[in-house]
């Protein structure tokens, strides 16, 4: 080696020296804002750091874990030589321990209802015009509405008030699942939890991208505040487009069914831990083991994504691209075909209920009242998302804070 050559390598290593130590990456990490940890390009960046800067061997540290791609399976304990052949059909778990926390900040809501666009539904106010994007009713009667730029908004005295809450996030909030004083939210890439002491987990798994204008294409539902299931498989092959955990979010697993990760998925549960609905392209998937195994219940005739709503007395199937409904009252066994009014080209949610009530939204909100025809119920061009536990319980949001309930 020249003296050159030489004196160049002292200099380099000399410079490598000064670099910041991302052997300790979470004290960069850990200040960054949510919206800056989601970008795609930090998170990137702090991944490669992550593999090129092994951590410190001090292992007492309990600092929030950066994020998990649950496109990547958790690493083996085992040695490329000795690591067995993976099972293609086998789950795959991935860490999502440690996750950030933050409090959620809530405020009472004091501003006067808008008027309602049905004599049928009450209007109420959500303090603000940001546009929601979905709801859920718990058993105790709590609802959670979220929507744009992180807004969460909410009532726990049986809609006599309500509060607008956010955290440190400005993502759009796409789903929610609520249990008593408990909610799970997807937000556009996050996944965060709310626990009955107010504090928002932002889960370290990322979703795949299932949101646009027409709203969300994707869900979480689950039968306990620790058994959850998110269904997300938008954009292509997506080995992620089912999600369960069984401990409260640390970990997740993959659940596998044939043709379910091919494109965008929704889900539900009937309530019971095993009985789980999935709607992903190409039809509607029934498992009765908790998602060990899964049968085709009912085949769309289009290749988009099919919805799924499960009710106390009837199964419902629709697709994005039909102006027709598909019902089973015998667990998918058969089914028959009803059909929304003139003009609609597809149904992008459905609301079960008792008694042969469902709703559907497609150009505007459409009931079934016991038996069809079904009626229009909300004025058409009014984008809404439902849920609750109508007949007697459904509630709609929209656009501009709209939040309306339907008794």
């Known amino acids: 080696m020249d003296d050159n050559t030489d004196a160049k390598l002292r200099a380099t290593k000399a410079s490598i020296t000064v670099l910041p130590d991302f052997s300790q990456r979470e004290s960069f990490w850990n200040p960054l804002p949510t919206s800056m940890r989601a970008h795609p390009l930090i998170s990137s960046l702090f991944a490669v750091l992550a593999c090129a800067c092994p951590r410190s061997r001090d292992t007492t540290s309990d600092a929030p874990a950066l994020p998990v791609a649950l496109a990547s399976v958790a690493p083996s304990t085992t040695s490329p030589e000795s690591a067995?052949?993976?099972?293609?059909?086998?789950?795959?778990?991935?860490?999502?321990?440690?996750?950030?926390?933050?409090?959620?900040?809530?405020a009472a809501v004091t501003t006067k209802a808008p008027p309602s666009p049905s004599s049928r539904w009450t209007s109420f106010a959500s303090g603000g015009t940001d546009a929601l994007w979905a709801v859920s009713v718990s058993a105790s009667d709590e609802v959670w509405l979220v929507g744009e730029n992180g807004v969460v908004v909410r009532t726990r005295d049986h809609a006599k008030t309500f509060e607008r809450c956010s955290f440190d996030s400005n993502e759009t909030l796409t789903a929610v699942w609520a249990t008593g004083d408990e909610a799970w939210i997807l937000g556009t890439s996050s996944v965060f939890h709310v626990d009955g002491q107010g504090a928002v987990s932002t889960l370290g798994v990322?979703?795949?991208?299932?949101?646009?204008?027409?709203?969300?294409?994707?869900?979480?539902?689950?039968?306990?505040?620790?058994?959850?299931?998110?269904?997300n498989g938008v954009g292509g092959a997506s080995t992620d487009a089912l999600l369960h955990t069984t401990d409260g979010g640390r970990t997740f697993s993959r659940a596998f069914a044939p043709d379910v990760a091919k494109g965008e998925c929704l889900g539900e549960t009937s309530g019971s831990p095993s009985d789980l609905w999935t709607a992903c392209n190409f039809g509607l998937r029934r498992s009765t083991d908790g998602g060990a195994t899964w049968k085709q219940a009912w085949s769309a005739e289009s290749e988009v994504g099919t919805h799924v709503a499960v009710g106390p007395d009837a199964v419902w199937a629709a697709s994005s691209q039909s102006p027709e409904l598909a019902r089973s009252t015998d667990h998918g066994a058969t089914w028959t075909a009803e059909r929304l009014g003139r003009g609609v080209r597809g149904v992008s949610r459905v609301c079960s209920a008792g008694g042969g009530w469902a709703w559907a939204v497609a150009d505007r909100l459409w009931v079934r009242p016991g038996a069809p025809p079904w009626a229009p119920e909300l004025p058409a061009g009014l984008r809404v998302a439902i849920g609750g536990r109508p007949p007697g319980d459904l509630w709609a949001v929209g656009d501009h804070g709209l939040v309306l309930r339907r008794r």
Not at 93 to 98: D, E, H, I, P, V
Not at 210 to 228: L, N, P, Y
């Open 84 to 106: 067995p052949t993976a099972d293609a059909g086998a789950p795959a778990a991935s860490s999502a321990s440690s996750p950030h926390s933050a409090p959620l900040v809530c």
């Open 206 to 231: 990322t979703l795949a991208p299932h949101f646009d204008a027409s709203g969300s294409r994707a869900s979480v539902f689950g039968a306990s505040t620790t058994d959850i299931w998110i269904a």
